[in-house]
């Protein structure tokens, strides 16, 4: 795992599911570590590593009361860090803010929740606070088969038609699809599972009643109610360029595996993909044209230890149970291919164009004169050739066809 801002502050850096059962689950959790975990995540930054540590060494209620002020700071903690905390206390409104969710149909969801995704545990401390969920859905169950389609805001034609099939694909072999709501790749990949009347998760970088990009308002809209919408920051929260790059881990850690669909060099899809192969999750890459700048992040990866792939049945064989194999790909069937090795070594003495005797055709397929003669009459009663005479020559491809439709071949 990369290193966080801990060394800062002196810190080590450490088909459809059944819909959540609601408030029953939740109220196993502690309403004051509930409110103290909702409060932290307005208080800090979703992913900071020495947020993490403290929490695991004091537990959310005390980091609260240390970093308002209401108890000794936490240990390293810098006079910076504790002044920012200062001015976000001074709006905290934690019941505020649940009530607020609650108002939207959604939901607080902690680590010590049954809901709670356990997969996410594996990014340590930078494990998020708690999540803030608009949907029915058991985010804890969904997330257990879910893929991760995300890709470039700026896309191509090609890259929206991908993922739009991507989408539906998976969600019609019933799996769940997440990405960022944004505009591009994974705005395509939501509109293919919902096309498909699949699920889907949206994770976002604003709070989860803030729809970020504006005209994806109406698309974020139909994830809520179809599926889930996930913030790690809390109501009216806006996005900034670090929590974008920041929600990717998310997204990485909750899913089975990540598929990466066009991306430039500089790419926070290509970051998501990282975060997967970190977490030891698949991480995957559709190629594209070698001429597009679009193209060059995703096959840098696959240059790496990321997979190939250009569709769902391929996903799904990666990140799927054992037997979740993709079909076999091949070219298409040919008539000479059903042909006896004996009679397809005969036809392929015969000349491109001209015509040849049936002696020569003997010593050039090393027959004996019998039966090449023999394999001669097959191949004419199939179509393959023809006589002229003495000689022999192949079938021109208008006989070829219509011995074809008599059944010939």
């Not at 293919?192 to 699920?199: D, H, T, V």
């Not at 809520?224 to 360029?241: D, F, I, K, W, Y």
Request: net charge neutral; charged share 25%; hydrophobic share 40%.
């Amino acid at each position: 795992m990369a290193p966080g801002p801990a060394a800062a502050e002196g810190g080590a850096p450490s088909q459809r599911p059944e819909p959540a059962t609601g408030g029953a689950a939740r109220q196993r959790v502690d309403d004051d570590v509930r409110l103290a975990r909702a409060a932290l995540t307005r208080l800090t930054e979703p992913g900071d590593e020495v947020v993490g540590r403290w929490l695991r060494e004091l537990g959310p209620v005390a980091l609260r009361r240390a970093l308002t002020g209401d108890d000794a700071p936490p240990p390293g903690a810098s006079d910076r860090r504790l002044a920012g905390c200062a001015l976000r206390a001074a709006r905290l409104d934690p019941a505020g803010d649940l009530a607020a969710m609650e108002a939207l149909g959604g939901r607080f969801v902690c680590p010590e929740d049954a809901e709670w995704p356990s997969q996410l545990d594996d990014l340590e401390n930078a494990r998020p606070v708690g999540l803030w969920v608009r949907g029915a859905a058991s985010l804890r169950m969904w997330a257990l088969r879910s893929v991760a389609v995300v890709g470039a805001r700026a896309c191509t034609d090609y890259g929206a038609h991908v993922a739009t099939t991507l989408g539906a694909g998976l969600a019609e072999r019933g799996w769940v699809v997440t990405s960022g709501a944004a505009y591009g790749v994974d705005g395509a990949v939501h509109r293919g599972a919902l096309s498909a009347n699949g699920a889907t998760i949206a994770v976002l970088a604003s709070g989860a009643n803030v729809p970020y990009p504006r005209g994806h308002t109406e698309l974020i809209d139909r994830v809520a109610e179809q599926g889930l919408v996930l913030a790690e920051l809390p109501p009216g929260s806006h996005p900034t360029r670090s929590r974008f790059v920041l929600r990717n881990r998310v997204i990485a850690a909750l899913t089975r595996g990540t598929v990466v669909v066009e991306a430039q060099y500089r790419s926070g899809s290509l970051v998501t993909a990282r975060w997967a192969q970190r977490l030891g999750r698949c991480a995957m890459g559709v190629p594209g044209p070698v001429t597009s700048a679009l193209s060059a992040g995703v096959h840098e990866l696959l240059r790496g230890e990321a997979l190939l792939v250009s569709d769902a049945d391929e996903v799904v064989e990666l990140v799927g149970s054992i037997g979740d194999l993709a079909p076999s790909r091949q070219g298409p069937v040919v008539g000479r291919d059903l042909l006896e090795a004996a009679a397809a070594q005969v036809l392929e003495a015969l000349p491109v164009r001209g015509t040849s005797d049936t002696r020569a055709v003997a010593r050039d397929a090393g027959m004996s004169h019998d039966e090449t003669l023999t394999r001669l009459y097959e191949l004419l009663s199939l179509g393959f050739v023809q006589r002229t005479g003495e000689r022999w020559e192949l079938a021109r491809p208008e006989q070829q066809r219509k011995s074809s439709r008599r059944g010939g071949s």
